[in-house]
């Protein structure tokens, strides 16, 4: 049928194509590193184990930043941010999350494939006060997800006071693949967020037009809620879990030397092979897993191209105020003295081409401001909801855009005409086809949850877990200033 030709005349043209996907780094080959950092904050660890509860509380904090000056925040279980839950593939996990803040809110498992009634969406309010007990059975293969709020309207504010944390999916077959995998050692989160901070350190979260327009974007860069720390690593292979959990930033990531590291996991899980890279775009809600060999036992430090996101526009890329121009630093790695034992090779999971053959539909979604008209309808509506869309429509959690079937395949075309918006499902997901007519460089190649749209991508979606009407999975960008805005949908799987 037609979605099949269509579909191969495209991904000749991808063929055609040639170059890879994603962002050169230009001029990010040296940079100044700072006299001193803090060290690299490491969350703590809970072990999820089946049949015990793990508590997770949304409270109100105070954390500095830094800077030493504590000024009011919000975390899980914790002053900012909120621990590292670790889960085994194939437990229950039992959650009791508590509502300690003034507001309502909700806890999204993001890349958790779960039934939509325990997956934290905007139907699952939390009243201040109350908790929230789902029991989440972890099928999938091994990942690094998250955990944010996810209240309509809210979310965007909720986040920026550090409502976030990371969880990842472990099978315990890490050492047969290779990959480091002790916890603050050999296998480090790394949360990457950006801030604005008023003059007395307190965190100013006031998006004005232009903010809601592009996403709001701090000219501070943050690893683990403090700026540029130092982190000490074994003099060998270290993997790192990336996890841009900024409301608006695409991270541009590289090594100051300019040194190659290998991407071995996306959002979904590992990749087939590992992609060696020099770069690598993170956006909004994206995780990626990497490796990095410090056998040489010299120093290296992290650093970030200016958002690419904001090339050509009169925002500020944080340029201004970080050391090295361009090449902004997020943290520095000094590897200790002991050489190591040779590696061995890494040994990733078996991957699949995308199945095409498996699509029953195709559908087609285009993210834009409503009417089309860039800031038309913000400038008589202020920060009013409504102002994004999806398709013509904003979010509304009365309607229902999308019903597909469980177990079934969809090829959904995303399109962004206006400028580049991280498109995410909850619930489900999908293959990269082919981005802007490209087939996806190979750390782009599996499973994925958040894909970066600046023109046109298509996406095999696999719809695996069930979604009732009345409790619909999310469809939406994850700039979450035009998430609140309604640059979202709803869909069911049934
Ligand atoms: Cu990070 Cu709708 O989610
Ligand atoms: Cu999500
Ligand atoms: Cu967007």
């Given at each position: 049928?037609?979605i099949?030709?269509s579909?191969?005349?495209r991904?000749a043209?991808?063929?055609?194509?040639?170059?890879?996907?994603?962002?050169?780094?230009?001029?990010?080959?040296?940079?100044?590193?700072?006299?001193?950092?803090?060290?690299l904050?490491?969350p703590?660890?809970i072990?999820?184990?089946?049949g015990?509860?793990?508590?997770?509380?949304m409270?109100?904090?105070r954390?500095g930043?830094?800077?030493?000056?504590?000024?009011?925040?919000?975390?899980?279980?914790?002053?900012?941010?909120?621990?590292?839950v670790?889960?085994?593939?194939?437990?229950t996990?039992?959650f009791?999350?508590?509502?300690?803040?003034?507001?309502?809110?909700?806890?999204?498992?993001?890349?958790?494939?779960?039934?939509s009634?325990?997956d934290?969406?905007?139907?699952?309010?939390i009243?201040?006060g109350?908790?929230w007990?789902?029991?989440?059975?972890?099928?999938?293969?091994?990942?690094?997800?998250?955990?944010h709020?996810?209240?309509?309207?809210?979310?965007?504010?909720?986040?920026y006071?550090?409502?976030?944390?990371?969880l990842?999916?472990?099978?315990?077959?890490?050492p047969e693949r290779?990959?480091?995998?002790?916890?603050?050692?050999?296998?480090?989160p790394?949360?990457?967020q950006?801030?604005?901070?008023?003059s007395g350190?307190?965190i100013d979260?006031?998006?004005?037009?232009?903010?809601l327009?592009h996403?709001?974007?701090?000219?501070?860069?943050?690893?683990?809620?403090?700026?540029?720390?130092?982190?000490?690593?074994?003099?060998g292979r270290?993997?790192?879990?990336?996890?841009?959990?900024?409301?608006?930033r695409?991270?541009n990531?590289?090594?100051?030397?300019?040194?190659?590291?290998q991407v071995?996991?996306?959002?979904g899980?590992?990749?087939?092979?590992?992609?060696?890279?020099?770069?690598?775009?993170?956006?909004?809600?994206?995780r990626?897993?990497?490796?990095?060999d410090?056998?040489?036992?010299?120093?290296?430090?992290?650093?970030?191209?200016?958002?690419p996101?904001?090339?050509?526009?009169d925002m500020?890329?944080?340029?201004?105020?970080?050391?090295?121009?361009e090449?902004?630093a997020?943290?520095?790695?000094?590897?200790?003295?002991?050489?190591?034992?040779t590696?061995?090779?890494?040994?990733?999971?078996?991957?699949?081409?995308?199945?095409l053959?498996?699509?029953?539909?195709?559908?087609t979604?285009?993210?834009d401001?409503?009417?089309?008209?860039?800031?038309?309808?913000?400038?008589?509506?202020g920060?009013?909801?409504?102002t994004m869309?999806i398709?013509?429509?904003?979010?509304d959690?009365?309607?229902l855009?999308?019903t597909a079937r469980?177990?079934?395949?969809?090829?959904?075309?995303?399109?962004?005409p206006?400028?580049?918006?991280?498109?995410?499902?909850?619930?489900?997901?999908?293959?990269?086809?082919?981005n802007?007519?490209?087939?996806?460089a190979?750390a782009?190649?599996g499973w994925?949850?958040?894909?970066?749209?600046?023109g046109?991508?298509?996406?095999?979606?696999?719809?695996?877990?069930?979604?009732k009407?009345?409790?619909?999975?999310?469809?939406?960008?994850?700039?979450?200033?035009?998430?609140d805005?309604g640059?979202?949908?709803?869909?069911?799987?049934v």
């Open positions: 049928m037609s099949t030709n579909l191969t005349r991904q043209l991808a063929l055609s194509g040639a170059t890879a996907v994603g962002i050169a780094l230009g001029g990010l080959s040296r940079s100044a590193v700072a006299a001193n950092g803090s060290p904050p490491i703590r660890l072990e999820a184990r089946a015990q509860t793990v508590t997770l509380s409270r109100k904090g954390h930043f830094g800077t030493g000056r504590l000024v009011p925040t919000a975390g899980i279980s914790a002053d900012y941010l909120g621990p590292v670790r889960a085994q593939r194939g437990d996990l039992r009791q999350v508590e509502n300690h803040l003034d507001e309502a809110t909700t806890l999204h498992w993001h890349g958790l494939m779960i039934p009634d325990v934290g969406g905007p139907h699952n309010t009243r201040p109350a908790s007990t789902p029991e989440i059975t972890v099928t999938q293969l091994p990942a690094t997800t998250w955990f709020p996810h209240p309509h309207g809210n979310t965007a504010r909720q986040v006071q550090g409502l976030a944390g990371m990842i999916v472990a099978d315990g077959g890490d290779g990959l480091p995998s002790t916890y603050g050692v050999d296998d480090l790394l949360i990457l950006d801030k604005r901070f008023g350190g307190e979260y006031r998006p004005g037009m232009m903010d327009m996403g709001f974007q701090g000219d501070r860069l943050l690893v683990n809620g403090v700026p540029d720390p130092l982190a000490d690593v074994p003099a270290v993997r790192v879990r990336l996890l841009n959990a900024a409301n608006a695409n991270f990531l590289g090594f100051a030397d300019g040194r190659p590291f071995i996991a996306g959002d899980g590992y990749l087939g092979e590992a992609a060696e890279v020099r770069s690598l775009v993170v956006a909004p809600g994206e990626y897993e990497i490796v990095v410090f056998s040489d036992g010299r120093a290296a430090q992290l650093i970030t191209g200016a958002d996101h904001l090339a050509g526009t500020p890329t944080g340029a201004e105020t970080i050391p090295g121009g090449r902004l997020l943290m520095r790695f000094r590897a200790g003295s002991k050489p190591s034992a590696l061995p090779p890494l040994r990733l999971e078996r991957l699949a081409a995308p199945n053959a498996a699509a029953v539909a195709w559908r979604f285009v993210l401001p409503v009417m089309g008209g860039m800031g038309m309808n913000m400038m008589g509506r920060a009013d909801h409504g869309s398709n013509g429509r904003s979010f959690m009365n309607r855009d999308v469980l177990g079934s395949s969809e090829i959904w075309e995303v399109v962004a206006e400028m580049m918006h991280p498109f995410h499902l909850h619930g489900a997901s999908f293959r990269i086809l082919a802007n007519g490209r087939r996806p190979l782009q190649s994925k949850d958040v894909v970066l749209v600046d046109r991508a298509e996406l095999l979606v696999r719809f695996d877990k069930p979604a009407p009345a409790q619909p999975f999310m469809y939406h960008c994850h700039i979450l200033e035009h998430e805005q640059m979202m949908g709803q869909f069911a799987v």
